[in-house]
């Protein structure tokens, strides 16, 4: 079956648009309601989202389908999503459903769902409910006495801040750090700062005014260069920027210098490895993750895995490989340990661990290899398939002969937005940017795209 609906990281779309629209989130719920009923108990599910003004039309019909099927509701409002796959685990809840379109901006709203043990569903599993979305099955409805029930938790946000905390090291603070963050008008913009706060930092806060429209403008994992400026000049240590949903991070040193993913991974793979923490079939990242942490977790004997884009790919082959850390260069980092999806917030407190255990400062203690020249552009296209295009198949394959051995090529279509990513990285930074170019300009000519916002 060809997947309409579900793309590499649930359902996304424009607000009010299908597939995200009312009616569409009602059958949704409908349908993965039934997949996930099983036995006589009372059947509950969990539903939270962050700050965009759609989720005010999404989260009812996504209530109004679960309740008419016979499954009980639990909402928390805004809350990271994160928090929501480890409330199902800890509610006992049959379901996990998060209202986000994560990075994008306040247009876009998607669907995330979540199985009883806090993971992402298969794709296996999507394909079923896509299937029975399809079909429109009214005639499996609760009987008027079977309806569910819906009540909101009212404590979710202490819960999760209280777990969180938990994940950094007993007997470690946070004193003496000031810290900015930067929660994107998004999900987080309550219990980050919180958590930072309780564990004795000095916290500047920013972007922690949702409106209903401001979330990822201007600010959060993608755009941090507001993070950056506001950490020189407030003289802070250290700089956190959550995505929308806080499922991602990007952090920054004292000198407001990015810190990305990739060097997260290789910093906390080589102190656990020194300490005997990591676990597990060395480290799993994924394809975009730069050839430098490849190298440089090799010096350490520790192997990486590279996955296909996407964070649940990553935890799908942790699982495979029993392996505890894992994630995206762009900030999507498991911690197996702790979590069953990405937590932005729990990743920044790993890395700040290390830092108040080392007595030194972040632009000491995380940059810990020289990443390749790497160049990622995007193209965003209306309509076609521009991969096809006999024009840029040409143009990759030149990209792919001139780089030869000394690089690597990757061009993929986005899974969540209509857009084609232009990857090149090697050790000849001129050669890397005119291959990206050559091929982006092959895309642009062919179907009509541009750059993507």
Same mark, same amino acid.
């Given at each position: 079956?060809?997947?309409?609906?579900?793309?590499?990281?649930?359902?996304?779309?424009?607000?009010?648009?299908?597939?995200?629209?009312?009616?569409?989130?009602?059958?949704?719920?409908?349908?993965?309601?039934?997949?996930?009923?099983?036995?006589?108990?009372?059947?509950?599910?969990?539903?939270?989202?962050?700050?965009?003004?759609?989720?005010?039309?999404?989260?009812?019909?996504?209530?109004?389908?679960?309740?008419?099927?016979?499954?009980?509701?639990?909402?928390?409002?805004?809350?990271?999503?994160?928090?929501?796959?480890?409330?199902?685990?800890?509610?006992?809840?049959?379901?996990?459903?998060?209202?986000?379109?994560?990075?994008?901006?306040?247009?876009?709203?998607?669907?995330?769902?979540?199985?009883?043990?806090?993971?992402?569903?298969?794709?296996?599993?999507?394909?079923?409910?896509?299937?029975?979305?399809?079909?429109?099955?009214?005639?499996?409805?609760?009987?008027?006495?079977?309806?569910?029930?819906?009540?909101?938790?009212?404590?979710?946000?202490?819960?999760?801040?209280?777990?969180?905390?938990?994940?950094?090291?007993?007997?470690?603070?946070?004193?003496?750090?000031?810290?900015?963050?930067?929660?994107?008008?998004?999900?987080?913009?309550?219990? $980050?700062?919180?958590?930072?706060?309780?564990?004795?930092?000095?916290?500047?806060?920013?972007?922690?005014?949702?409106?209903?429209?401001?979330?990822?403008?201007?600010?959060?994992?993608?755009?941090?260069?507001?993070?950056?400026?506001?950490?020189?000049?407030?003289?802070?240590?250290?700089?956190?920027?959550?995505?929308?949903?806080?499922?991602?991070?990007?952090?920054?040193?004292?000198?407001?210098?990015?810190?990305?993913?990739?060097?997260?991974?290789?910093?906390?793979?080589?102190?656990?490895?020194?300490?005997?923490?990591?676990?597990?079939?060395?480290?799993?990242?994924?394809?975009?993750?730069?050839?430098?942490?490849?190298?440089?977790?090799?010096?350490?004997?520790?192997?990486?895995?590279r996955t296909a884009v996407g964070d649940r790919y990553v935890v799908e082959a942790m699982r495979e490989r029993n392996c505890n850390l894992g994630g995206e260069q762009s900030g999507h980092l498991i911690f197996a340990d702790y979590t069953t999806t990405g937590d932005?917030?729990? $990743?920044?407190?790993?890395?700040?661990?290390?830092?108040?255990?080392?007595?030194?400062?972040?632009?000491?203690?995380?940059?810990?290899?020289?990443?390749?020249?790497?160049?990622?552009?995007?193209?965003?296209?209306?309509?076609?398939?521009?991969?096809?295009?006999?024009?840029?198949?040409?143009?990759?394959?030149?990209?792919?002969?001139?780089?030869?051995?000394?690089?690597?090529?990757?061009?993929?279509?986005?899974?969540?937005?209509?857009?084609?990513?232009?990857?090149?990285?090697?050790?000849?930074?001129?050669?890397?940017?005119?291959?990206?170019?050559?091929?982006?300009?092959?895309?642009?000519?062919?179907?009509?795209?541009?750059?993507?916002?």
């Amino acid at each position: 079956m060809t997947r309409k609906l579900f793309g590499t990281d649930g359902i996304r779309g424009t607000a009010n648009i299908e597939p995200m629209t009312a009616t569409t989130a009602l059958l949704v719920a409908q349908a993965a309601g039934r997949r996930f009923t099983r036995g006589d108990h009372r059947h509950r599910v969990v539903i939270g989202k962050d700050t965009r003004l759609s989720g005010y039309m999404l989260e009812p019909a996504l209530t109004a389908g679960f309740v008419s099927i016979g499954m009980d509701v639990i909402l928390v409002g805004p809350l990271p999503t994160p928090a929501v796959a480890m409330l199902t685990r800890s509610l006992r809840a049959d379901l996990g459903v998060v209202l986000s379109a994560s990075h994008n901006l306040y247009r876009d709203n998607g669907i995330k769902l979540f199985g009883p043990d806090g993971y992402k569903l298969s794709d296996e599993i999507e394909a079923e409910i896509e299937t029975q979305v399809a079909r429109g099955r009214a005639d499996e409805l609760a009987a008027p006495d079977s309806l569910g029930r819906a009540r909101r938790l009212d404590d979710a946000q202490g819960r999760y801040i209280e777990f969180v905390k938990r994940t950094f090291p007993a007997g470690l603070r946070l004193d003496g750090l000031k810290i900015v963050v930067d929660c994107a008008n998004g999900a987080a913009y309550r219990v $980050a700062p919180t958590v930072l706060w309780e564990l004795g930092a000095e916290v500047v806060a920013m972007a922690v005014k949702p409106d209903g429209i401001n979330i990822n403008k201007e600010c959060g994992a993608t755009s941090p260069r507001a993070l950056c400026e506001q950490v020189v000049t407030h003289g802070a240590d250290f700089g956190i920027a959550l995505d929308g949903d806080a499922d991602r991070v990007i952090v920054a040193d004292e000198h407001g210098t990015v810190i990305d993913g990739d060097q997260v991974l290789g910093l906390i793979a080589g102190c656990w490895k020194s300490d005997g923490r990591l676990r597990g079939d060395g480290v799993v990242a994924t394809v975009m993750s730069n050839l430098g942490l490849e190298r440089h977790l090799g010096g350490l004997g520790i192997p990486l895995t590279r996955t296909a884009v996407g964070d649940r790919y990553v935890v799908e082959a942790m699982r495979e490989r029993n392996c505890n850390l894992g994630g995206e260069q762009s900030g999507h980092l498991i911690f197996a340990d702790y979590t069953t999806t990405g937590d932005g917030l729990i $990743a920044a407190l790993q890395v700040l661990a290390v830092i108040v255990q080392s007595g030194r400062p972040a632009s000491e203690v995380c940059r810990v290899f020289t990443p390749l020249p790497q160049l990622l552009r995007n193209v965003r296209f209306e309509s076609g398939a521009p991969l096809d295009r006999p024009e840029v198949k040409r143009a990759i394959a030149d990209g792919e002969a001139r780089l030869k051995n000394t690089g690597r090529l990757l061009i993929r279509k986005s899974g969540t937005e209509p857009v084609i990513r232009v990857m090149a990285e090697g050790d000849d930074e001129a050669l890397v940017n005119g291959v990206v170019d050559a091929i982006v300009q092959s895309i642009r000519s062919a179907v009509g795209g541009r750059a993507a916002e």
